[in-house]
């Protein structure tokens, strides 16, 4: 049995969800008959409009690679081609954009993809008073579906 050190953090992973993979199938299934359809009705047939299969093949390749951990040591972040690490002595502060959250570095900024506005807090305690504490989010529940009374 092996039990896991307390007081460490672990690293944050955030990604696309799993369900973004469902808009590739829905591409695919769009860019088949184009890539592999005859201009006349004929046999199926392998023309220069095969090409078009990269696009969903792209399309994997970024789902399954845009991402950013972050840890005790610092933040990385994966684009689609190339990563960036940088440590938490690097960064300023965070900053926030309408729904996008960027790292202010010496340098400039970077954006942090697929983090949202409320896992900031998460960062903040993972960055090991790095960052100011935030207070955790405050969920926002969906409108009751009641019925309105008629005056």
Known sequence: MSSKPTGV????????????YLAVLFLLIGVYPLALGSEYGGPVSWT??????????????????TATFVGPPGVRV???????????????GLSVNDRSVYAVLKDGAIRLPCVRISDLTAIAKVSGDRLPKLADPVPKYAP???SRRRR
């Open 9 to 20: 953090a672990p690293t944050l992973r955030f990604r696309l969800p799993r369900s973004a």
């Open 48 to 65: 220069w409009r095969a090409v078009l299969l990269i696009i969903p093949v792209l399309a994997v390749v970024f789902i399954a690679r």
């Open 78 to 92: 994966r684009a689609t081609f190339g990563s960036r690490t940088f440590g938490w002595n690097d960064i300023r």
């Open 144 to 146: 009751s579906r009641r």
